[in-house]
Antibody, heavy 121, light 110 residues
Framework: EVQLVESGGGLVRPGGSLRLSCAASGFTFSDYSMNWVRQAPGKGPEWVSSISSTSKYIYNADSLKGRFTISRDNAKNSLYLQMNSLRAEDTAVYYC??????????????WGQGTLVMVSS | QSALTQPPSASGFPGQSVTISCTGTSRDVGGYVYVSWYQQHPGKAPKLLTYEVSKRPSGVPSRFSGSKSGNTASLTVSGLQAEDEADYYCSSYAGSNTFVFGTGTKVTVL
């Protein structure tokens, strides 16, 4: 059974940093691209970042302006999102989502339960 | 990139069909086959219903079908069931290695 379990969310002050993790199991992690998608309270999903299976290709939402960095460790079956210079508008549930292929297609077939990031003073 | 436009709500009686539209531009929906649809129940993660316009992942009932014409994609739910009451979102490749979601449609089963 495919499982994606996010961790690392919490309350952080504006300007602070957080590192989210996603532990994957139930499939060959190194065969799939992975993604982060966030959803602000009461809003629709917003794509954040994608990374190909070998980390060769990385796509980021323009709105992030380089503040977030996606990475992965295939030996540890883990996906990460380093978030810096956090703002109130970054408050959201952050989901880890598997792509349907090794290349980045934007088709997210499995999702974790999400981890809540709250940016507030 | 701007969110794709969906109607805020749609409804139907059990057994009926409901179609949700997702309108973009030639730079996203109209320009690529990478259009997908998701269903989201309250407090849950989204679930992939269709991808690459009309493909269905294994386990998704055939009564969920996707299509596209020009800059508008559509999701049709046939034989509406109570458990289909949820929020639905479209998504598309938007060029320049980016993706965009739709504004969302709340489907109510009357």
């Amino acid at each position: 059974e495919v499982q994606l379990v996010e961790s690392g969310g919490g309350l952080v002050r504006p300007g602070g940093s957080l590192r989210l993790s996603c532990a994957a199991s139930g499939f060959t992690f190194s065969d799939y691209s992975m993604n982060w998608v966030r959803q602000a309270p009461g809003k629709g999903p917003e794509w954040v970042s994608s990374i190909s299976s070998t980390s060769k290709y990385i796509y980021n939402a323009d709105s992030l302006k380089g503040r977030f960095t996606i990475s992965r460790d295939n030996a540890k079956n883990s996906l990460y999102l380093q978030m810096n210079s956090l703002r109130a508008e970054d408050t959201a549930v952050y989901y880890c989502a598997r792509d349907t292929s090794s290349g980045i297609s934007g088709n997210f077939d499995y999702w974790g339960q999400g981890t809540l990031v709250m940016v507030s003073s | 990139q701007s969110a794709l436009t969906q109607p805020p709500s749609a409804s139907g009686f059990p057994g009926q069909s409901v179609t949700i539209s997702c309108t973009g531009t030639s730079r996203d929906v109209g320009g690529y086959v990478y259009v997908s649809w998701y269903q989201q129940h309250p407090g849950k993660a989204p679930k992939l219903l269709t991808y690459e316009v009309s493909k269905r992942p294994s386990g998704v009932p055939s009564r969920f079908s996707g299509s596209k014409s020009g800059n508008t994609a559509s999701l049709t739910v046939s034989g509406l069931q109570a458990e289909d009451e949820a929020d639905y979102y479209c998504s598309s490749y938007a060029g320049s290695n980016t993706f965009v979601f739709g504004t969302g449609t709340k489907v109510t089963v009357l």
